[in-house]
């Protein structure tokens, strides 16, 4: 079955970085849009960044700048370089993947991580 498994979360300071990593198996990486999401405490979930297997990729505008992400199709891991944190990025970030092109809409990924917590204090 497919699993996708994130690491690299942690608790850190407004200004420091952190890189997530997210580990799939069971699926045709590299056929697959690879994305990240976040919840924050008491918020529903929320597009982070999206990468499609040609590289093509899409950020929300709060992230933009600041995070990159990146994939390496020979390891079928995902990251997410996020630098300049800041308290507002605190949240669960979540893995997704789907078969084809990136969206940025929740429902369109069918598979999803367990998640890592993110802590950014000011």
């Known amino acids: 079955q497919v699993q996708l498994v994130e690491s690299g979360g942690g608790m850190v300071q407004a200004g420091d970085s952190l890189r997530l990593s997210c580990a799939a198996s069971g699926l045709a990486f590299a056929m697959h849009a690879m994305a990240w999401f976040r919840q924050a405490p008491g918020k529903g979930r929320e597009f982070v960044a999206a990468?499609?297997?040609?590289?093509?990729?899409t950020y929300a505008d709060s992230v933009r700048g600041r995070f990159t992400i990146s994939r390496d199709n020979a390891k079928n891991t995902v990251y997410l370089q996020m630098n300049s944190l800041e308290p507002e990025d605190t949240a669960v970030y979540y893995c997704a993947a789907r078969r084809g092109i990136l969206t940025i809409n929740t429902q369109d990924y069918p598979y999803w991580g367990q998640g890592t917590r993110v802590t950014v204090s000011s």
């Open positions: 990468i499609n297997w040609s590289d093509g990729h």
